[in-house]
């Protein structure tokens, strides 16, 4: 019996009406900054998983969530083990009361507010009624392969008002501990309102309830003048000491204030051709400095562009100048051929390295086999201030599989 | 018994066959069967017949136990199976404005062993309503309760135009339910997982189209882009990752064959160079490398009575009691 029929079985018997997945096999040969350049050759083959059934009178919409990933390094390793691998989430879900009630157990990543983009392995609740609502969320920080230290807990919720699918109002609360010392204590509001047709304004504040500062402050309005234009100016103030945890011997030293203030605009003049360009002033301890950066992307054909972009970064220790050059070409309905032309010019050399400049040149060659079946072959060259010479080689080959009525 | 239950599962499940021309042809009006749905304001409810209803003209056919003229798995008869609704609709309304006419929906309706979509799709909708607008701002939660449900691929018009890679994190920390209506988890996974294999940009070199952050030779500025902006590093990546991959590099402090980074005069007051004005400014570079707790060498000569001295802010004083130190973990390193 082939692994796609044991497959369907388990499937079915869990009650999945539909699964899709794939699984992938990867190995990049790429360079890191150890002993004047050491090439890792790692292999990593991945999965994921996305089974769904409709369910019954009480409970809807259940969802099996997974996604996992091991790696077998030839050669040496980085990192001193030969073999590793992780659970990237796996969790189960499900609604009650006819969609009211959302209850997710499992490895999984908790949004919004204050809890920012964790992963956790743990619940999460959400009840919404009339567009009232509250989020709950509990459990340990996820840490890489595994290995959650003892003491970590992590806990929070959020009230939301969604008076409208465009519209959302929201309080929210996290507390963290990490080793046994509390490394977040967090209170926040966050906003997205549209109060007329073209005008969003977004808001998002946290302040941190141990030390009586404001972590984080944003505001943004997105104005679309037109389909074709865009426009967005927003600002906002960080306190980046306080994104170190709390029981961080460093978090003590620094009262540092960050904040940034700018704009960017999207413009397509025509279908095919999209510009956009952004700028932004900055003020960091010790000066200020400004980013901002121009993007042109014209569609030639089905699936094939030629795009531009030119990037800046300013402050007070460094900087750089960037341009870039890419262009995909579809050569038939399987072959893709993609190549990326990147540099940039650095104001003042890093320490130890002299070369300031940066040029890196990757090309890639993607068969589409069929429905299920992809491959990618790439491979990029270059020299950078952290190696004289630098070449990395990717191959991908990824199956793709969904049941009943295969891949979508 | 195993075999057994292996070829019940592998068996396809039971079909309700219905030829919905012919009775079209026989000239069954739609309510006959689906009275109920012509008073249904949502789409939770049973609005298929139930057995007697089909019993009404085909009472024959099972008396002479013609089961498969209704039933595609005799061995496994079932009722209709149970549809949890997809859309926000409400059909009184809509029998009231199409004056009973179905088929300006239901254009094309299942026949036997040929499902069809139960709709139109957007084509029906679109006849009466303007829903161009949602439709390029991606307001489908307007009409769809559950988006993942079908096989959607967003269209350009609703793509996430200009410098949306930094912005999205405001968006969805305030509408972070909007954005699930698309992309599952593990979409978001792919660049915010801790446990991910690698970066999303190594393993998709063929999408140069794309806004990534870490592409091509990101690490030859990331000191730069993290002097910058260091809350998006840390947004993703502890002071301990840091730490950690300078480590594996060998350019961190006490790491095998490790230059020290520091300029001359790290060590002279009013040099310039002097690495308490540097920590000041950007402690998440010395966070980097040096973040072991109580063994960090910072803690050697700043702990109380050494000869480091006070390296606390002014401000700190103001904001924190001698008598929080003694009862604070963390401070406990430096205040013994």
């Known amino acids: 019996m082939s692994s796609r029929r044991l497959l369907a079985l388990a499937l079915l018997a869990a009650g999945a009406a539909r699964a899709d997945g794939s699984a992938t096999t990867f190995f990049d040969s790429r360079p890191y900054v150890r002993d004047s350049g050491y090439q890792e050759e ?41 073999t590793a691998g992780d659970v990237d989430s796996l969790f189960f879900e499900g609604r009650l009361f006819q969609r009211h009630l959302t209850l997710r157990l499992g490895r999984q990543m908790v949004t919004g507010g204050a809890a920012r983009a964790t992963q956790i392995d743990g619940a999460f609740a959400r009840i919404v009624a009339k567009g009232v609502g509250a989020e709950l ?31 959302e109002l929201g309080a929210s609360a996290v507390y963290a501990l990490k080793r046994g010392y509390v490394a977040r204590k967090d209170a926040g509001f966050d906003a997205s309102v549209t109060p007329v ?31 074709q234009l865009q426009i967005v100016g927003d600002v906002q103030r960080t306190a980046p000491d306080l994104f170190i945890d709390r029981n961080s011997i460093f978090a003590v030293f620094a009262e540092e204030l960050r904040d940034e203030a700018g704009g960017e605009i999207v413009l397509r003049p025509l279908r095919p051709l999209s510009l956009s360009a952004d700028w932004h002033w900055l003020r960091v301890e010790g000066g200020h400095g400004q980013r901002g950066g121009f993007r042109g992307t014209l569609r030639t054909g089905e699936d094939g562009s030629l795009g531009v972009e030119l990037r800046l970064l300013t402050q007070p220790d460094n900087g750089y100048k960037e341009a870039r050059l890419f262009w995909i070409r579809r050569l038939d309905p399987a072959f893709t051929l993609t190549v990326d032309l990147d540099g940039y010019w650095l104001e003042r050399e890093l320490s130890l390295f002299a070369q300031k400049r940066s040029l890196v040149a990757t090309g890639t060659l993607g068969w589409a086999v069929d429905e299920a079946w992809e491959a990618m072959l790439a491979g990029s060259y270059g020299t950078t201030p952290y190696f004289e010479q630098r070449a990395e080689v990717a191959v991908r080959v990824a199956w793709k599989f969904g049941m009943p009525g295969g891949a979508r | 018994m195993t075999f057994a239950l292996l070829l019940a599962l592998l068996a396809a499940p039971d079909e309700i066959l219905f030829p919905h021309a012919r009775h079209v042809q026989a000239q069954v009006d ?83 062993r040929r499902a069809a979509a139960l709709s139109d799709g957007h084509g029906a909708c679109a006849s009466c309503h303007n829903h161009a607008d949602d439709l390029r701002d991606a307001r489908c939660n307007l009409c769809h309760l559950d988006l993942l449900a079908y096989r959607l691929k967003p269209v350009s018009e609703i793509s996430h135009e200009g410098d949306f890679l930094r912005r999205h994190a405001l968006v969805a920390g305030a509408a972070g339910a909007a954005c699930a209506s698309c992309h599952d988890q593990n979409f978001c996974l792919d660049c915010h997982a801790r446990t991910a294999m690698t970066t999303i940009e190594a393993q998709m070199p063929d999408r140069p189209d794309r806004a990534f952050i870490h592409r091509n030779d990101f690490i030859g500025r990331h000191p730069v882009e993290a002097r910058a902006d260091p809350v998006s590093c840390q947004r993703c990546h502890s002071a301990s990752s840091c730490e950690t991959c300078h480590q594996l590099s060998h350019v961190a402090g006490g790491s095998p064959g490790a230059r020290s980074p520091h300029p001359s005069g790290w060590s002279v007051p009013g040099s310039g ?45 103001a904001r924190h009691s001698i008598s929080e130190a003694r009862s604070d973990g963390r401070c406990l390193g430096c205040h013994r």
Do not use: M
């Not at chain 1, 996305?50 to 390094?73: E, H, P």
């Not at chain 1, 920080?141 to 465009?166: E, H, K, S, Y």
């Not at chain 2, 949502?42 to 013609?66: M, V, W």
């Open chain 1, 42 to 82: 790692p292999i990593f083959e991945s999965f994921s998983l996305f089974a769904r059934a409709d369910g019954g009178a009480y409970l809807q919409d259940v969802r099996i969530v997974a996604r996992g990933w091991g790696r077998v390094t030839l050669g040496l390793p980085l990192d001193d083990h030969r």
């Open chain 2, 273 to 317: 160079a002097f690495h308490g004005d540097a920590a000041r400014r950007d402690i998440q570079s010395c966070a980097s490398c040096h973040d072991q707790g109580d063994a960090s060498n910072c803690v050697r000569c700043h702990k109380v009575g050494g000869i480091g001295g006070d390296p606390h802010p002014a401000s700190f004083r």
């Open chain 1, 137 to 167: 969320y509990g459990g340990v920080p996820v840490d890489p392969r595994f290995a959650a230290a003892r003491g970590d807990a992590i806990a929070g919720g959020r009230l939301f008002w969604n008076p409208a699918f465009d519209s």
């Open chain 2, 30 to 112: 739609c309510i006959v069967c689906h009275e109920s749905i012509f008073s249904a304001k949502t789409l939770s409810g049973k609005f298929l017949p139930d057995e007697g209803k089909c019993l009404e003209c085909h009472r024959q056919e099972k008396r002479q136990n013609q089961c498969g003229f209704c039933h595609s798995n005799v061995e496994q008869a079932a009722h209709w199976p149970k549809r949890q609704p997809r859309l926000k609709f409400d059909h009184a309304a809509h029998v009231e404005r199409s004056k009973d006419d179905c088929t300006r929906c239901h254009s094309r309706l299942s026949e036997q």
């Open chain 1, 197 to 227: 047709r073209p005008l969003t304004l977004s808001g998002l504040a946290q302040w941190s309830v141990d030390d009586r500062r404001l972590e984080e402050a944003r505001l943004a309005a997105l104005v679309q003048l037109a389909p």
